[in-house]
């Protein structure tokens, strides 16, 4: 196994960053040493294709494309998804202030990753878009009944607009590509927010309404956020705002102030698999599993269906089962499919149900009992043998904020996957 640094062209030295590099690339040559050779099978786990559903919903993704950071790979995208499950109360909230004639002009949507924020955010713009203002001149003619559901038609003009990425009243700003590498902006720029002032004063061909929706306003740096306040603060005639969140504390306090929050939930199992089969994913035996590992999030859920993140994880804990004496030729086994080209989506994945695994072994050795359902075969047996007390489960707590914080920090500077898997497995095992 070749271990090597990825160093990004037309890049400036830096020597503190190659300095850093150097020290890894001992520190990783000595795990080499303490581990056997490894094998040169590769892991089906890390290495398989994406499963049909997935490779049928969306193009394969180049080297050189970028992917959109608001959908997961596989499923729809949230402006094609219909049905917004076990979210009634956010949607009736909305509706209810429409109908009264009491519109916020701007709308902050919060909840944990993947509960159907983006979705409802889509139905929300297509909605306004399609449906006649109750407070218009039309009301005292006898115009339409009051709306009773955010749901249009598919075959409204509108939907048909959204569907094609053209309709002249919506804007979605997310994150995107950079221009001279193609590879997606860890954050959303000055320049995508001011660009809204044109498309705000640019009239309307019906007179009616703009919608803006923000994915995600946490991926705005400081001087995004502070030119979007300057549009709260002065809000342009019939203009919407929808602000999508994971961490609203992470905000300006006075762009929170200025929105009308919607707190979305997490999704209890029979949801879970409910809104997995609406998104065309099977969850098989395993929704129990997939379900216990998502935190009722149906977008993590997908992630993992269509990643084979059952099968990581099952992998994760077959290695911690080996402990105190780890599995040398399974971990490098391991480590060479994640650093195999095109494995960097379940790269990442490896590390999030690393994060997940030790927390549930620090959870087990806090309550003194493993979870009540298991996520992967002998779960319970395993955490129940290496977190067997509150000093072991704050052992667990504190080398998956280190470790795993050190594997981010190296993601970020591109150091090999291969290394960073090693590393970190090797910290899990000197904790045991």
């Keep these: 196994m070749l271990l090597k640094f990825t160093q990004q062209p037309n890049t400036t030295p830096c020597p503190r960053l190659d300095e850093e590099r150097d020290n890894y690339e001992c520190h990783c040559a000595q795990i080499l040493v303490n581990f056997a050779k490894p094998p040169t099978s590769r892991n089906p786990i890390l290495c398989a294709p994406f499963p049909p559903a997935a490779r049928g919903a969306t193009p394969a993704i180049m080297a050189d494309e970028a992917p959109d950071p608001t959908r ?4 729809p995208h949230p402006r094609e998804t219909q049905l917004l499950i ?11 202030a429409f109908t009264s004639g009491r519109l916020h002009h701007a709308w902050m949507l919060t909840g944990p990753r993947g509960v159907g924020k983006a979705t409802l955010a889509w139905k929300m713009a297509q909605f306004l878009l399609a449906t006649p203002d109750p407070a218009g001149d039309d009301d005292m003619f006898g115009g339409p009944p009051a709306p009773t559901a955010l749901d249009i038609s598919p075959d409204h003009p509108v939907a048909h607009r959204i569907a094609a990425g053209a309709e002249p009243g919506l804007v979605s700003v997310t994150r995107t590509p950079n221009e001279k590498t193609g590879r997606m902006r860890d954050k959303i720029g000055v320049d995508d927010i001011r660009k809204l ?3 705000f004063q640019m009239s309307s061909a019906d007179g009616g309404r703009r919608v803006v929706i923000v994915d995600a306003a946490d991926d705005m740096n400081v001087q995004a956020a ?3 306040l300057k549009m709260l603060e002065e809000p342009p005639e019939r203009a919407t705002l929808i602000l999508i969140t994971h961490q609203p504390s992470g905000l300006l306090p006075t762009i929170r102030s200025r929105c009308r929050t919607l707190r979305l939930n997490t999704l209890n199992g029979p949801q879970m698999e409910q809104a997995m089969q609406n998104a065309g994913v099977d969850p098989g035996p395993g929704g129990s599993a997939l379900s216990e590992l998502s935190g009722g999030s149906v977008g993590e859920a997908l992630r993992l269906s269509l990643l084979g993140g059952l099968e990581i994880y099952n992998e994760i804990i ?3 089962g080996t402990l105190p004496q780890m599995d040398r030729a399974r971990t490098l086994r391991l480590a060479e499919a994640a650093a195999q080209r095109g494995a960097e989506e379940k790269l990442d994945l490896l590390f999030t149900l690393l994060e997940i695994a030790l927390s549930r072994l620090a959870r087990t050795g806090a309550t003194g009992a493993p979870p009540q359902t298991e996520a992967a075969r002998g779960e319970a047996e395993v955490l129940s043998r290496l977190s067997g007390s509150a000093h072991q489960g704050r052992a667990w707590a504190d080398i998956s904020h280190s ?4 594997a981010r920090h190296g993601r970020a500077v591109n150091l090999d996957p291969a290394a960073l898997v090693l590393d970190t497995m090797f910290k899990i095992q000197s904790t045991a």
């Design 403 to 406: 470790a795993l914080a050190r």
């Design 318 to 320: 077959g290695l911690l």
């Design 72 to 75: 997961v790979p596989g499923a």
């Design 197 to 199: 002032a044109g498309f």
């Design 86 to 96: 076990g979210q009634e109360q956010a949607e009736a909230a909305f509706l209810d």
């Design 226 to 228: 502070n030119a979007l």
